[in-house]
C-alpha cells in the first residue's frame, strides 16, 4: 500500500522542482530583458554618441555625415537631461542599440531641415534602453528639441494619441491629420509601444516646429531645455 503513495510523493516532488526551476528561467529572462539589455543598449548607445560628437567636433563646413546617425533629440518631459541618439530605420536592429529610429517605410521620414513634412521616429518603451519608456509624461505645450552638427530645432506639442492600433500608419503621414493638421507644415511625430511591458498598440506625440537656432561655439542648448 505504501509503493503507490511513495510513487505519488515523487511525482509530486519531481513536478515541485521543475516548476521552482520554470520559475528561475524566467525570472533570469524578465531580469534580461528589462534590465540586462538596457545595460547593453546603453552602452552602445554612449559609444555611438561619443563617435557623432567627435565627428562634429573634428569635421569643419561641408555636407552632414549621416551614415553613425543624424544628431540627438532632447525631450525633457521624460527626464532631465534626456538625450537619445536618431540613426536611420526603424528595424528591431536598430532599434535594440539604445537609439531613436526615423521611418523609412511604410511612410519615409522627412528630415529636420527640409522645408515641409513629418520628422517621424520611434523607440522602444522597455528593454533595450527603452529610451521612451516616460513618453507618458510628456504633455502638450511641452518643447521637444532636436539637435544635429549646425541647428537646434525646437518643436513644440500640440497633441497626443494615448493609444491606436500598431497598424496605423496614418499617425506618420508627412500631414499627420489625425492629429487635427490639414496643411503641409514641419512636423515631429514620436511613437512606441503601449500598453507598458508589450507591443499590443502605439502610444503617439505630435509636435511642430516652432523654431531653429544656430548652434554656437559652445553648443549652447536652446532656453528649452533649461
Same mark, same amino acid.
Given at each position: 500500500m505504501r509503493r503507490p503513495l511513495s510513487w505519488i510523493a515523487a511525482a509530486v516532488s519531481?513536478?515541485?522542482e521543475l516548476l521552482i526551476t520554470a520559475g528561475v528561467i524566467l525570472g533570469l529572462f524578465v531580469v534580461y530583458s528589462l534590465w540586462w539589455t538596457n545595460v547593453l543598449a546603453d552602452r552602445a548607445a554612449r559609444h555611438d554618441s561619443d563617435v557623432i560628437r567627435r565627428q562634429w567636433a573634428d569635421s569643419g563646413p561641408g555636407?552632414?555625415?549621416?551614415?553613425? &546617425?543624424? !544628431? /540627438?533629440?532632447?525631450?525633457?518631459?521624460? &527626464?532631465? !537631461? /534626456?538625450?537619445?541618439?536618431?540613426?536611420? &530605420?526603424?528595424?528591431?536592429?536598430?532599434l535594440n542599440e539604445g537609439v531613436a529610429g526615423y521611418y523609412t517605410e511604410p511612410v519615409e521620414s522627412a528630415m529636420p531641415w527640409?522645408?515641409?513634412g513629418n520628422f517621424t521616429l520611434a523607440a522602444h518603451r522597455d528593454g533595450h534602453g527603452a529610451k521612451f519608456h516616460n513618453i507618458d509624461k510628456i504633455e502638450n505645450?511641452?518643447?521637444?528639441?532636436?539637435?544635429?552638427?549646425?541647428?537646434w530645432y525646437v518643436y513644440k506639442v500640440y497633441k497626443i494619441l494615448p493609444e491606436t492600433s500598431k497598424y496605423n500608419v496614418e499617425v506618420i503621414d508627412r500631414i499627420p491629420k489625425e492629429s487635427?493638421?490639414?496643411?503641409?507644415?514641419r512636423y515631429l511625430t514620436l511613437t512606441t509601444c503601449t500598453p507598458v511591458y508589450t507591443s499590443r498598440?502605439?502610444?503617439?506625440?505630435w509636435a511642430e516646429l516652432v523654431r531653429t537656432q544656430k548652434v554656437d561655439a559652445k553648443r549652447t542648448p536652446p532656453a528649452e531645455l533649461g
Open positions: 519531481l513536478i515541485g555636407k552632414l555625415d549621416t551614415k553613425d &546617425g543624424i !544628431g /540627438f533629440l532632447h525631450v525633457p518631459a521624460m &527626464g532631465k !537631461g /534626456f538625450e537619445v541618439l536618431v540613426k536611420k &530605420g526603424t528595424s528591431t536592429k536598430v527640409d522645408k515641409q505645450g511641452d518643447p521637444v528639441v532636436f539637435e544635429d552638427r549646425d541647428t487635427g493638421k490639414k496643411k503641409a507644415g498598440d502605439r502610444y503617439i506625440v
